[in-house]
């Protein structure tokens, strides 16, 4: 363990911190914290930290055992997650955990096919399943909105099934883009560019067309159906916004940062508004990446004008959300060199001096929770101004470090507390490429060998 420097900063964070000594009762400071809160949404500074994943499934465990929540919804694919939803209810085709998962075969595959996602099913089924036969089950839910083609395929889907007549009409609006080969981006850029007239108004009428008809389609007194039409209508959604997502893309980041948060945000309501019933308010864990659980009217990224979930959860909610962040210092990670590259195991260099990360290290606490609201008040044990924070992504660059992965922030604005881990390890995708069974060579292997 690092000896704590005498920097009044860190001396500060260690007197106020909750050591994590992983004992059953580490996170009892959390649970009071959280009281009685109908979100929750723990972060992520990686999308390939083992503990990272570990610790929110602990997390959320004690939330569904101890507080009642009925939903985890994360950042990922609505159909991919919902056939996960499915199995883990007991209802879907899928023989196995590892089966479920195999609807995650977009890059990056391992931030949902890695061994402790792989677990967490494995206890949210066996949760599921030790419940009486009608009492409600714990659902696994999507945010995000990349699967425009898949959500076509699944309103197509349903209807064939409740509808034949409507989804010939459906057929009809989406083969609007048929002549894009299943090519979201390529959409985008030809409708960007005005190179091909979009198909907006085509998605908004299937849309309305859906909802029209949702009286006939969803039996209130059948909570499958009704759970089944809510899935379409979700898709057909979907569909609506990733249009507009693909055709802003290409206008700059923060219109389409914007569209994909504002996405996620409004699929967290709609999943609230179905899950809530009289007397039995839905309660939801949610599991995305700091930049997008962290209120974005703290960091740099706020002040040009994008928003994201943790701003608009608040907004919404109030002090009926609370934001958690997590934060390493060194280790590993499963990320990759470029985008739809091969998972790498990459070695995750020390914080920069001046960052939150490395004043976290000073304390010497390997692990460790820190309190940043109690009572929706502010503690003062952070400075006033802003310092850097680390964001890896599904990339990871050590060679431009600071300008790839670093922002300034004030970490006390951005969440209600932080879990920090000094040393973490990449985590285990279901499949091992050689790249990631290899490893990264170390910074002080002979370029020329």
């Known amino acids: 363990m690092t000896t704590a420097t005498n920097s009044p900063l860190s001396v500060s964070i260690a007197s106020t911190a909750h050591l994590l000594n992983g004992s059953r009762n580490d996170y009892d400071p959390l649970m009071d914290l959280?009281?009685?809160?109908?979100?929750?949404?723990?972060?992520?500074?990686?999308?390939?930290?083992?503990?990272?994943?570990?610790?929110r499934a602990e997390i959320t465990k004690r939330l569904i055992l101890e507080k009642g929540f009925n939903a985890v919804a994360v950042e990922a694919d609505w159909p991919d997650a919902y056939r996960v939803n499915r199995y883990v209810r007991g209802f879907g085709d899928d023989a196995s955990s590892e089966r479920a998962l195999a609807g995650f075969e977009r890059f990056p595959t391992w931030m949902w096919r890695n061994t402790d996602v792989l677990a967490f099913v494995d206890w949210l089924r066996e949760h599921n399943d030790s419940l009486p036969p009608q009492a409600p089950r714990t659902g696994f839910y999507g945010l995000d909105l990349y699967s425009m083609f898949a959500s076509m395929n699944e309103v197509l889907r349903y209807l064939d099934k409740v509808d034949p007549e409507a989804a010939k009409r459906a057929r009809a609006r989406y083969a609007c883009f048929d002549h894009f080969h299943r090519d979201s981006q390529r959409y985008g850029y030809a409708t960007s560019f005005g190179m091909s007239p979009t198909c907006e108004e085509e998605v908004l009428a299937q849309l309305h067309d859906l909802r029209s008809r949702s009286l006939a389609f969803r039996d209130q007194n059948d909570q499958l159906a009704a759970d089944e039409f809510f899935y379409a209508d979700q898709n057909a959604r979907l569909v609506k916004n990733a249009e507009k997502y693909y055709r802003t893309m290409f206008q700059g980041r923060i219109s389409s940062w914007n569209m994909r948060d504002l996405h996620m945000a409004d699929t967290l309501r709609a999943l609230n508004g179905h899950l809530t019933k009289p007397g039995e308010p839905a309660k939801i864990v949610v599991w995305e990446h700091n930049s997008h659980i962290g209120d974005a009217r703290a960091t740099e990224i706020g002040y040009q004008g994008e928003w994201n979930v943790?701003?608009?959860?608040?907004?919404?909610?109030?002090?009926?959300?609370?934001?958690?962040?997590?934060?390493?210092?060194?280790?590993?990670?499963?990320?990759?060199?470029?985008?739809?590259?091969p998972a790498e195991k990459?070695?995750?260099?020390?914080?920069?001096?001046?960052?939150?990360?490395?004043?976290?290290?000073?304390?010497?606490?390997?692990?460790?929770?820190?309190?940043?609201?109690?009572?929706?008040?502010?503690?003062d044990v952070l400075p006033s101004n802003a310092l850097l924070e680390r964001a890896i992504g599904v990339i990871y660059a050590p060679a431009?470090?600071?300008?790839?992965?670093?922002?300034?922030?004030?970490?006390?604005?951005?969440?209600?507390?932080?879990?920090?881990?000094?040393?973490?390890?990449?985590?285990?995708p279901l499949e091992r490429g050689a790249h990631w069974e290899t490893g990264e060579a170390p910074e002080t292997y002979p370029v020329g060998v």
């Open 34 to 55: 959280i009281g009685e809160a109908h979100f929750v949404l723990l972060g992520e500074a990686s999308h390939g930290t083992h503990e990272f994943y570990r610790e």
């Open 310 to 341: 943790g701003q608009l959860a608040r907004e919404r909610y109030h002090d009926d959300a609370v934001l958690i962040g997590f934060t390493t210092y060194q280790g590993s990670v499963t990320a990759a060199s470029d985008w739809d590259g």
């Open 346 to 379: 990459k070695q995750v260099r020390p914080g920069l001096p001046g960052s939150y990360e490395e004043a976290f290290h000073r304390t010497g606490l390997p692990r460790f929770l820190l309190p940043l609201r109690i009572n929706g008040v502010e503690t």
């Open 400 to 428: 431009t470090e600071r300008q790839s992965h670093y922002f300034y922030a004030h970490l006390a604005h951005q969440f209600d507390a932080i879990l920090h881990f000094d040393d973490t390890r990449a985590v285990e």
